[in-house]
């Protein structure tokens, strides 16, 4: 377990914003990110997004149902997806993100890439707000100096092994207090490097088996002494469809009621497909616990 001796004084961060390039984002009251997959073999058919009209299309949505940020990934990485090159990633993400600045100028933008390359294109050209990690430096050794030299706001994800092989039986001692200390190294060493703006995201679905997943959840809140915004993304994932024995296509149910458990266990960000579902779980959450109050 997690306490508040484990944790050293510098992983505190009792800030509720983030800055985004000289925006503030309050997290205080839990947001909804919106996913925009560049790639052609998502897991979701419902996020695959690649001609410009689409894109477009898609983004709006987000915006229009109450989401406040959109992320926007061109690596697949559902298990066994492909490998793609640095070249292969930017050559999709770059056309989707400078399209979607275009035309809405004032969108918090995040990527999905565990690459330092894409990373550093990205967020330099003006077209990213937000770096999101899935690998939580693992993948890529440069990714947190260059995040440091870029300023901006990083989503630490916990992640046992590779997109390729973090299914091939993922094991851990002691599942909380080992990711806990993971990601406690690495906020250490982020903090070190003058990393402002940390996320942390325990990683549902990589590299964890079904019990995993759900124990994760249980004890979501045993995150929230780092004091840092938890992500959370559990949208659609195998943790649902398989447990129910439904498609993929059918686990939306599911998503909306592991959202509202993690909105109750402290998440303050939800990565959704269904923005306009997550929205109103937001929404019913902060009215529940409006009512509490009041009532105290």
């Not at 092989?165 to 406690?184: G, R």
């Not at 915004?229 to 447990?243: E, F, N, Q, T």
Request: glycine letters at 6%.
């Amino acid at each position: 377990m997690i306490t508040d001796s484990n944790i050293p004084p510098a992983f505190i961060n009792r800030r509720q914003t983030i800055n985004c390039h000289g925006r503030l984002v309050d997290l205080s009251a839990p947001v909804v990110m919106g996913i925009v997959n560049a790639t052609p073999d998502s897991f979701f058919a419902g996020s695959r997004f690649n001609a410009e009209t689409d894109i477009l299309r898609r983004v709006e949505q987000i915006l229009n149902e109450g989401g406040t940020m959109v992320d926007v990934g061109a690596y697949s990485s559902r298990p066994g997806a492909e490998h793609i090159s640095d070249e292969e990633e930017i050559a999709r993400l770059m056309p989707a993100l400078e399209i979607i600045r275009k035309h809405f100028p004032h969108v918090i933008l995040s990527i999905d890439t565990f690459r330092a390359s894409v990373a550093k294109k990205a967020v330099s050209e003006g077209e990213a707000d937000i770096v999101n990690d899935i690998s939580g430096g693992e993948m890529d050794s440069a990714m947190f100096q260059t995040v440091a030299d870029l300023k901006v706001p990083y989503v630490l994800m916990h992640m046992q092994g590779t997109p390729q092989n973090m299914h091939h039986n993922p094991a851990y001692h002691d599942l909380i207090a080992d990711i806990s200390q993971w990601l406690a190294e690495k906020v250490n060493t982020l903090r070190a490097l003058g990393v402002a703006d940390i996320i942390i995201d325990p990683g549902f679905g990589f590299g964890k088996t079904l019990d995993h997943n759900f124990l994760l959840m249980r004890e979501l809140d045993q995150l929230k002494l780092f004091e840092l915004p938890i992500l959370v993304g559990v949208s659609r994932k195998s943790m649902i469809y398989r447990l129910l024995d439904v498609s993929v296509e059918d686990a939306l149910n599911g998503t909306t009621v592991l959202n509202t458990f993690a909105l109750q266990k402290g998440a303050n960000i939800l990565r959704v497909h269904d923005v306009k579902e997550a929205v109103q779980c937001v929404e019913l959450i902060r009215k529940l616990t409006e009512g509490f109050r009041t009532l105290d």
